[in-house]
């Protein structure tokens, strides 16, 4: 059973920066796809970032230029550094797992973490 715990969450001022960590069950960031999914209250949960085993990255458009997706397969941890944050960016931040991972349609990705919340607010 696939365990991930995310953290790192805050509340931070329009331009600052956060790093989101995903902790995960052992081997899981060699085994899995793996993604940053992002839900506001009141919209649909939507993919951030994601990165596969071999490395590939992909990006929301509004993620390209200031978020950057990594993975440590050492500390079997996930990572979202997250710079020049503005309001828009507020909301309870997920990561999840896939198989394939080959988009951000949420039926594809079937582990999720508890979620961490992101505070952009001046």
């Known amino acids: 059973q696939v365990q991930l715990v ?3 969450g805050g509340s931070v001022q329009p331009g600052g920066s956060l790093r989101l ?6 081997h899981t960031t ?3 796809a793996m993604a940053w999914f992002r839900q506001a209250p ?4 939507e993919g951030v970032a994601r990165i596969n085993t071999d490395g590939y990255t992909d990006y929301a458009n509004f ?3 200031r978020f950057t997706i990594s993975k440590d397969n050492a500390k079997d941890t996930l990572y979202l550094q997250m710079n020049n944050l503005k309001p828009e960016d507020t909301a309870m ?19 999720w973490g508890q979620g961490t919340q992101v505070t952009v607010s001046s």
Not at 93 to 111: D, K, M, Q, R
Request: some cysteine; overall charge positive.
């Open 6 to 8: 995310e953290s790192g």
């Open 21 to 26: 960590s995903c902790a995960t069950s052992p």
């Open 30 to 32: 060699r085994r899995y």
């Open 42 to 45: 009141g919209k649909e949960r």
């Open 63 to 65: 993620a390209k230029g």
């Open 93 to 111: 931040y997920y990561c999840a797992t896939s198989p394939s991972g080959y988009t951000f349609t949420l039926i594809e990705w079937n582990t």
